[in-house]
């Protein structure tokens, strides 16, 4: 495929998952610069495997599996840093809400979500926030797709403790 | 709260999105990054294929194409000279490691630099130049690319600009021009603490960097600039108050201005210690903006606020 084709499926696959791998690494990493910085850097690394001729038979969980591991990989950096400093940051969001009621209540969700385990989060994420069907979910966690049920159920009933305090 | 609320819960974060300006600036960064790194030198280079999310640092690759360029530098400076403005304005956009890198650092900042005519113009251009230095290094290390080798080229040259345009700076402020020597020191801090930041956080977020040099030679300089420019600051204060001879007293609160924030989270301990006794003592209203602006920064840098 030459350039401007693959310029084309680049730009059109920013636009229709952009936003959602935002989200993703907004939530992963809580910050939003660093989240634009990640956001970029899967699209970049997304580019390079269009480039490279890698057919894409599932662009979605191609572009998740690389926010996934970039985020894996910035955990284990953080390692060593205080992991207090994260929550104690709070959260930037990127764009304010249509006002400030559904801002905040944007902010205390993701304080909420945040403060969950990083696998609780993730797979509330994309089933709820995403839309993500069980079985997909499990191909990108390569687990089954009984595991993501259960992991979905628990993760659903410590959020629903969280809420009630 | 039963199932049905917590799910209205999570919908909520469906709102967030990126904001219109990160989306479109992305975009361009985005679309900028695949036409520096087309397709059809994916096919000429062959091996540059990476598993997902692998990290995208390869000093080999880099580092061969470096060698492949450096040799070649003399023929590509032909080239641009024979083609002219459309391959010497591509290479505006170029990063080390590029193929027309050696045309944007060799021929063209040099063809600027031969219009700098004076030395608060040759000043101003070297740190604008050292600003480019470390825009690259910025941009490679957001790709993991800022390998040692590419560091310590970008430390060679960014040493070199960072010496002419404090060295110009100076003669400038002795001929009499304090007002670019203050703004170019102003501009130069601004460039060199907000890239502290910027690096050190790239250096510890994206595999593949080894910036830890860069860094430090970075700092020393904003560290250096900013005793230059208390220094310099000072002196200003101090000749203003000898000709102004007590006769204006209005007080100017230096801290409250927003201008030049170097926003860089940056602000190493000695930084700060070093500079607390500065006292910036405007006690006097400075009409001409650059002073002004000169004396904001050197306040705002200086006490690490």
Redesign the interface.
Known sequence: MNQEALEKIFLQSFDAYGDAIFRFCLVKVSNRELAEDFTQEVFMRYWQALRDGKVMTNTRSFLYTIANNLAKDWYKKRKSESLDARMDGGFELADPGPSPHIDAEYREALLKITDMDDEDREILMLRHVEGWEPKDIAEMLNVSANVVSVRLNRAMSRLQEKLQI | ???K???E????????????S??TR??E???T???F??????VRVGE???S??E??GDASFISQLFTLRLQHMAIALLIALMIGGGTTYAAEGALPGDFLYPVKVEFNENVESAFAFTNSSEAKLQADLAKERLMEAEQLA??GELSAEVSSDIRARLSEHYTEATDLSNKAEIEGDVETAAAVRASLLTTLRASVGVLT??D????GNESTSLVNDVRTYADATADAQATATAKINTDFKIKAGGLLDASVDVNSDGENDTSTDERTSSTSDTRNDVQIDADATIDTGVIDASTSVGAKGSLGL
Do not use: C, F, P, Q
């Open positions: 709260m039963n199932e609320n917590t799910n819960y999570l919908e909520k974060l469906k709102g967030i999105k990126l904001s219109d990160s989306r992305m975009k960064t985005l679309l990054y695949a036409r790194h087309t397709v059809e030198d994916a540059d294929s990476r997902i999310g990290a995208s957001t790709k956080n790239l510890a977020t994206v595999d």
